[in-house]
């Protein structure tokens, strides 16, 4: 059974830094690219970053870009996302998921979401 | 600014047929435009329904199909159910930049 678990939300001030990971069971995780999706109280879902099977390609969006880091260890079966300079609109459930196509990135399975709140 | 674009809202009778659209600001949604679709209920996470436009997922009631219409990328419910009621996304694919949109959802409401 595939299954992501996120972790490591919490509440974090303003400009401090987080470190969000995926923990990923049930399928040969390092043969997927992966994605963070994350969607703001009462919001719709947006997309944040995409990391590809081996690393060697990363993408963001233009919200998170120069602030956000994505990672993955396919030895760990873990994909981490490294937040810093946030800011109070980061606040948000942040979301990992699989993509099941290389291009294109169609999405197939979600992990259950992890609560980020950066408030003072 | 890519701007992906849902209905806000639609209303469906028990058993009836209704079709959620997702259009780009682009254009025209093509099929390289890897349209997804997702079903969300409150509290949990999305659910994947529709991928590549057309194509299901094992889990995927029959019900559900995908489409490409009139320049949009299209999610049609045949046969709708109580528990059909929910927010619905799109998500489309710009290669171009490599990056991923979301539609603002449709709340999809049951009578």
Known sequence: EVQLVESGG????PGGSL??????SGFSFSSYSMTWVRQAPGKGLEWI???STSSSSTYYADSVKGRFTISRDNSKNSMNLQMNSLRAE?????????RITIIGGDIDYWGQGILVTVSS | QTVVTQEPSLTVSLGG?????CASSTGTVTSGYYAN?????PGQPPRS???????KHSWTPARFSGSLLGGRAALTLSGVQPE???VYFCQLYYGGAQKWVFGGGTKLTVL
């Open chain 1, 19 to 24: 470190r969000l990971s995926c923990a990923a």
């Open chain 2, 37 to 41: 679709w997702f079903q969300q209920k």
């Open chain 2, 84 to 86: 059909d009621e929910a």
């Open chain 1, 90 to 98: 980061d606040t948000a459930v942040y979301y990992c998921a699989r």
């Open chain 2, 49 to 55: 329904l529709i991928y590549s436009a057309t194509r």
């Open chain 2, 17 to 21: 047929t209704v079709t959620l659209t």
């Open chain 1, 49 to 51: 970053s995409s990391i």
């Open chain 1, 10 to 13: 919490g509440l974090v001030r």
